[in-house]
């Protein structure tokens, strides 16, 4: 596609359940970004991947949350064991490398219950 | 203190308008970026700017690098222009974070 596509725009789980975000960057981006924005807050740094490794990973909030890029592409966030505080809009951004402009997906808006 | 600081946080226009939103910063940056968020939560990317002034249609983006300074400037405004409109800087000394503004509510009445 022609953007950063992000699936599902929505998610509602339960307490306790995994959950899994992908981010289909644009085509060619090797520089991919995770922020998490809740309610009422700028968007937080989660982690940033280069190519297929992540290059800092220093923004994920604890070991609940991964996030993986095998093949330098698609992102996958995954968040095991969710909690209510875990509600928020997680947004995926790619560019060509870093200090490019970066491209924005729409978001996952995740609500747990 | 907060690194980025907008003003102002919301700002309510009639159609036609000129708008213009600011962006001072306190820390070093090795470039900025204004980007638009409807409701719904989407984010788009509008300017990255490291020096001088870019347009894109009705949009002018400034920034001001000794004084730690930027402006985004709305021509003719326009309902469908209503956003939150968010300014966020690339640490210099860093190559990947950014920090983020509180964002400034732009309302666009016909």
């Known amino acids: 596609g022609a953007g950063v596509s992000q699936t599902p725009s929505n998610k509602v789980t339960e307490k306790g359940k995994y959950v899994e975000l992908r981010c289909d960057p644009i085509?060619?981006?090797?520089?991919l970004y995770w922020y998490r924005q809740s309610l009422g807050q700028g968007p937080e740094f989660l982690i940033y991947?280069?190519?297929?490794?992540?290059?800092?990973d220093s923004g994920l909030p604890n070991d609940r949350f991964f996030a993986v890029r095998p093949e330098g592409s698609v992102s996958t966030l995954k968040i095991q064991r969710t909690e209510r505080g875990d509600s928020a809009v997680y947004l995926c951004?790619?560019?060509?490398?870093?200090?490019?402009?970066?491209?924005f997906g729409q978001g996952t808006r995740l609500t747990v219950v | 203190k907060n690194e980025v600081e907008q003003s102002p946080q919301n700002l309510t226009a009639q159609e036609g308008e000129f708008i213009t939103i600011n962006c001072s910063y306190s820390?070093?940056?090795?470039?900025l970026h204004w980007l638009q968020q409807h409701p719904g939560g989407g984010i788009v990317s509008l300017f990255m700017?490291?020096?001088?002034?870019k347009k894109h249609g009705r949009l002018i983006a400034t920034i001001n690098i000794q004084e730690k300074h930027s402006s985004l400037h709305i021509t003719a405004s326009h309902p469908r222009d209503s956003a939150v409109y968010i300014c966020?800087?690339?640490?210099?000394?860093?190559?990947?974070?950014?920090?983020w503004g509180a964002g400034t509510k732009l309302i666009i009445k016909p």
């Open positions: 951004a790619s560019a060509p490398l870093w200090g490019a402009e970066a491209f």
């Open positions: 085509s060619g981006h090797t520089a």
């Open positions: 991947f280069q190519g297929t490794g992540a290059a800092d």
């Open positions: 820390v070093g940056i090795s470039a």
């Open positions: 700017l490291s020096s001088g002034k």
């Open positions: 966020a800087v690339q640490r210099a000394d860093s190559n990947y974070q950014l920090i």
